[in-house]
């Protein structure tokens, strides 16, 4: 796909980004940037790297700029609630931002990951009564976990540390916590990795034959498109989705609650397989 114009900011175009670190791997800048042309907003959209130390300053940064938008990526998603001025209920019972919008001059925190992962889910299976696997315990897992409870799921937290999948399970109200290697010893009907196991890498975070064929699997990670996970679980005879799926839906939630318009879901798609051209 050819590469769009640049927009050029002018002294009135709204400045939107994401902070995360490292920032190389990021195609929300192309995602955001398209629905913004589309929709005739102007603005411009912007990625941040931003290393933990640096966070506090970044954030005081983006209020000086009067920055309207930032999404929150990994590993900042717990960290930056303690340099906003408003969290909402729904980000506070997660415990983890993504999304950061200034509202008459405050900086207010909420989360759009959680119905990123359930959309994307929901492509494939009915949620309610399911029994479901979360692979991981910080802030993506926390989403995910929230929205697959918001939807009456039956959920498992595995993480490579106990006592962190312990507690994200008892702040959630999950069903169990265990072990990754526990996965073949549990009966599900979903997994979904949020760790970062096989971000940029052919590594899965779980064994092959581990995965039940009967399954629904969703990888977070979108670099690559098709991880080793999923392409395991498809070898086994696994509907699968792309993480690809969780980060336009959450990015689609992101730009509706700031500009309070219909995101163009199709441009902000085209626009995400642009980048891996």
Known sequence: MPEATPHIPG?????????????GHTRSPAMHNAAFRALGIDAVYQAFDVAPEQLADAIAGARLRGIRQL?????HKEAVIQHLDEVDETARAIGAVNTVTLRDGLLVGSNSDWIGAVRALEREIRLEGKRA?????GGSARAVVYGLLERDAVVTVLNRTLGRAKNLARDLGAYDAETLERLDRISYDILVNTTSVGLRSDESPVPAAALDPEAVVLDAIYDPEHTRLLRDAEARGCRTISGKWML??????????WTHREAPVDVMVAAFDSVGS
Do not use: D, F
Request: proline share 9%.
């Open 133 to 137: 696997v979360v692979l991981g315990a």
């Open 71 to 75: 999404a929150v990526s990994l590993p």
């Open 248 to 257: 336009v839906y959450q990015a689609v939630e992101q730009l509706e609650r």
């Open 11 to 23: 002294p009135k175009t709204a400045i939107c980004g994401i902070v995360l670190h490292p920032a």
